[in-house]
């Protein structure tokens, strides 16, 4: 199989509730189902669909409303917005991108990307994290994850430069198919060595843009933490008023 790590089944009712939401069985502004009849609807334990409900709501997709129960909210902004920093993880051709690639290999898998790929802690995955640098300045540090049953027998784990972009080389080799990209964007203060690689000065924080690739069903296929200085960037998003 070319994907072999089965989510948590938690990750599993909340990916069928979001698709849910998505085709407009669960409509925006209605309540969703409750605990009690999402048990028995899916035989699952009450602690699984309150992990699923919590997972939901942190993702945007629910809110709670007192005395009014859990509501729909729909698809959050941050599913719909159109950033290219999502495409560019996927498709960056390395060979033809300035910059350098700094490390390639098998990691412990960090906290916020074992919980998007449904992996338990101290799982491993394949690293593979690049330098983009612009006019001799360091401007993004691009850290991909990927399940390590997901890259084997691909050229993601060789140390080479990877052309034509991670996207087409995962749909060429394992048969996967991408569909959607979720970015979720927060800033923190970066670790000792982003600092040397970004060339940060002290005290500068960094904005982190989480790039979740998924298929048709929601079971992401790779993970991208871009991280850009904060002393270098102006976002601007422009929508609609209704």
């Not at 979001?18 to 925006?28: A, C, H, K, L």
């Not at 605990?35 to 709501?57: C, H, I, Y």
């Not at 350098?100 to 098998?106: D, P, S, T």
């Not at 919980?115 to 330098?131: D, E, N, Q, Y």
Request: some cysteine.
């Amino acid at each position: 199989m070319a994907y072999e790590v089965a989510a948590p089944k938690y990750v599993r009712l909340a990916q069928t509730l979001q698709r849910r939401i998505e085709d407009g069985t669960y409509p925006s502004g209605t309540r969703v189902p409750s605990e009690n009849q999402l048990v028995q609807a899916f035989g699952m334990s009450r602690p699984t669909v309150v992990r699923a409900l919590d997972l939901l709501k942190r993702d945007g997709w629910l809110e709670s409303r007192q005395g009014y129960g859990t509501i729909v909210r729909g698809r959050p902004a941050v599913v719909e917005h159109k950033d290219r920093r999502g495409s560019e993880a996927l498709t960056r051709d390395e060979t033809q991108t300035p910059g350098r690639l700094v490390e390639v290999g098998q990691v412990p898998v960090p906290a916020r990307v074992a919980s998007v790929l449904g992996l338990p802690k101290r799982a491993k995955v394949l690293m593979r994290r690049f330098l983009v640098v612009e006019d001799g300045e360091p401007v993004e540090l691009v850290s991909s994850y990927f399940p390590a049953g997901l890259v084997e027998g691909t050229d993601l784990e060789s140390a080479q430069l990877l052309s034509g972009g991670t996207r087409a080389h995962l749909e060429a080799r394992k048969k996967v198919r991408f569909d959607h990209v979720t970015e979720r964007v927060s800033a923190r203060l970066p670790e000792r060595s982003e600092v040397a690689l970004l060339e940060l000065p002290n005290g500068v924080p960094v904005l982190s843009v989480l790039v979740v690739a998924c298929d048709a069903s929601g079971q992401a296929l790779q993970v991208s933490d871009v991280l850009l200085p904060a002393d270098r960037q102006e976002l601007e998003d422009t929508y609609r008023l209704t």
